[in-house]
């Protein structure tokens, strides 16, 4: 689905503030209720913007509808011990839920795919919250495969999943 008046476009310095304004938001909306509330009550917009700020915007496209960011999603190198060859890693992908169900996710993530893709990367993978059943359903639909390994226990039990490149998109 493409929305007329969506822009997926390479994240400059200037959108950390939007994008960590986004991560807050899609954190609340996501993880309340998976997360322990001790973990949410230390997360605020003012901190996610501070990560953005410090840690910068490379690698990371940003959606755009109607000149508000409503998502992101960041890519680059596996950043843990990988096996050979090394996969590309979809480093957190994110739309507010007002934006959800309208394909900006997954054109996201297929932007993120691409340019690892054309990296040199032959398969990418992610690490999901294992509780987060409809994130992983999303990446399921998108080509991803569950690969079994995990990291992490209880409510922070976070699941590897992974897709051979060139996906099917």
Request: with cysteine; aromatic share 8%.
């Amino acid at each position: 689905m493409r929305i007329p008046s969506l822009l997926i476009r390479p994240a400059a310095e200037s959108d950390a503030e939007a994008i960590g304004r986004v991560h807050f938001h899609a954190w609340q909306e996501t993880y309340t209720g998976l997360l322990p509330g001790e973990i949410m009550s230390h997360l605020s917009e003012e901190r996610s913007v501070g990560i953005f700020r410090r840690e910068g915007c490379r690698n990371i496209f940003v959606a755009v509808l109607e000149e508000e960011t409503v998502g992101f999603c960041g890519h680059g190198p596996w950043r843990g011990e990988a096996p050979s060859p090394t996969p590309g890693e979809v480093v957190g992908l994110y739309v507010l839920q007002k934006s959800q169900h309208k394909g900006i996710g997954a054109q996201l993530l297929h932007t993120a795919l691409d340019t690892l893709h054309s990296q040199g990367y032959t398969t990418a993978a992610l690490w999901v919250l294992g509780s987060n059943i409809r994130a992983m359903e999303f990446y399921r639909a998108q080509g991803f495969r569950d690969t079994g390994i995990t990291q992490g226990s209880g409510p922070l039990l976070e699941r590897k999943m992974e897709i051979h490149l060139p996906a099917q998109h």
